[in-house]
């Protein structure tokens, strides 16, 4: 049977994306939850519905190819597929969805998307189309059902609460600089976090944690980490108490990138995480269009 394609037509197809996403990935190691950008960006002045492109055989979905973005900027993401349909569909999608993104009309100049490194097919494709390595930081995990962390007490002062306060995360956030901080805002209102955990100390807010669950796969992200230098070391009595809140939730695996601040990484370590993939960000960039 032909393969159709067509462009976006309303807020249904983002549950259609998000949903064979979700199918898609859900054997690839270490994969985050998704996101809420794809919704965000149908509701923003750049939106084109050429950013989404889905191809049928009759009615059932078997690949599609999006992208959100900001400026020149463009967050491409794969062309996901049913497994019997790669190849030529996939090259296919390409051509329509970077080719809008990087044409006159858009704009784009700046192509970057990540992956794990254990993600081999979708590494290579990208890089069989001009991608290359712009940077690779490791992804540490816990295993949440035998963490035993008996030298760590839950102290005073730290809270469990749904979602993720961005007030709270930038008042612990002191050691950033303002541009890190216009980037954690910027990225931050793309995550759909579940649940955070505040520490406070007698002299104000100490640490603000965010996490993020993938419920079909039980793999947890430590997303956002905020902690206050002039404040003794809350992290680890943060995930001290996040733990039981994993648990609640059928979590399964905790992952993290790099922790900043002295001494975070040996906190880590002493938990019991430990380096399990890398994460990769692939870039391009071409000649403007002005």
Same mark, same amino acid.
């Given at each position: 049977?032909?393969?159709?394609?067509?462009?976006?037509? /309303?807020?249904?197809?983002?549950?259609?994306?998000?949903?064979?996403? %979700?199918?898609?990935?859900?054997?690839?190691?270490?994969?985050?939850?998704?996101?809420?950008?794809?919704?965000?960006?149908?509701?923003?002045?750049?939106?084109?519905?050429?950013?989404?492109?889905?191809?049928?055989?009759?009615? !059932?979905? %078997?690949?599609?190819?999006?992208?959100?973005?900001?400026?020149?900027? %463009?967050?491409?993401?794969?062309?996901?597929?049913?497994?019997?349909?790669?190849?030529?569909?996939?090259?296919?999608?390409?051509?329509?969805?970077?080719?809008?993104?990087?044409?006159?009309?858009?704009?784009? =100049? =700046?192509?970057?998307? !990540?992956?794990?490194?254990?993600?081999?097919?979708?590494?290579?494709?990208?890089?069989?189309?001009?991608?290359?390595?712009?940077?690779?930081?490791?992804?540490?995990?816990?295993?949440?059902?035998?963490?035993?962390?008996?030298?760590?007490?839950?102290?005073?002062?730290?809270?469990?609460?749904?979602?993720? !306060?961005?007030?709270?995360? !930038? @008042?612990?956030?002191?050691?950033? $600089?303002? @541009?890190?901080?216009?980037?954690?805002?910027?990225?931050?209102?793309?995550?759909?976090?579940?649940?955070?955990?505040?520490?406070?100390?007698?002299?104000?807010?100490?640490?603000?944690?965010?996490?993020?669950?993938?419920?079909?796969?039980?793999? $947890?992200?430590?997303?956002?980490?905020?902690?206050?230098?002039?404040?003794?070391?809350?992290?680890?009595?943060?995930?001290?108490?996040?733990?039981?809140?994993?648990?609640?939730?059928?979590?399964?695996?905790?992952?993290? /990138?790099?922790?900043?601040?002295?001494?975070?990484?040996?906190?880590?370590?002493?938990?019991?995480?430990?380096?399990? &993939?890398?994460?990769?960000?692939? &870039?391009?960039?071409?000649?403007?269009?002005?």
């Amino acid at each position: 049977m032909a393969v159709t394609l067509r462009n976006y037509r /309303g807020p249904d197809d983002i549950d259609l994306q998000n949903a064979f996403w %979700v199918q898609a990935t859900r054997e690839l190691p270490w994969c985050w939850k998704p996101t809420i950008a794809p919704v965000l960006y149908s509701k923003g002045a750049q939106f084109d519905p050429r950013s989404r492109c889905f191809a049928f055989e009759d009615d !059932r979905l %078997v690949g599609y190819m999006s992208f959100t973005g900001q400026g020149k900027f %463009v967050s491409l993401g794969y062309p996901w597929v049913l497994p019997g349909y790669e190849g030529a569909l996939q090259e296919t999608l390409y051509e329509r969805v970077y080719g809008f993104a990087a044409s006159f009309e858009h704009g784009g =100049t =700046t192509f970057a998307q !990540r992956f794990r490194q254990p993600w081999p097919t979708q590494v290579s494709f990208f890089e069989r189309h001009g991608f290359t390595e712009a940077k690779s930081t490791p992804v540490y995990a816990l295993d949440v059902r035998s963490a035993r962390i008996p030298e760590i007490s839950i102290v005073p002062g730290i809270e469990v609460r749904q979602g993720f !306060r961005w007030e709270e995360f !930038r @008042e612990c956030a002191s050691g950033y $600089a303002e @541009e890190e901080l216009k980037m954690f805002e910027l990225y931050f209102r793309g995550v759909d976090f579940d649940f955070s955990v505040t520490a406070t100390s007698r002299s104000g807010r100490a640490a603000h944690l965010g996490f993020a669950i993938r419920p079909d796969t039980g793999f $947890a992200e430590l997303i956002a980490v905020a902690r206050d230098p002039g404040v003794p070391d809350m992290l680890a009595p943060c995930l001290a108490s996040s733990l039981h809140e994993l648990r609640s939730r059928n979590v399964l695996f905790l992952g993290t /990138g790099p922790v900043p601040g002295e001494g975070a990484l040996e906190t880590l370590l002493r938990m019991g995480f430990n380096q399990v &993939s890398e994460q990769v960000l692939l &870039s391009k960039s071409i000649a403007g269009n002005d």
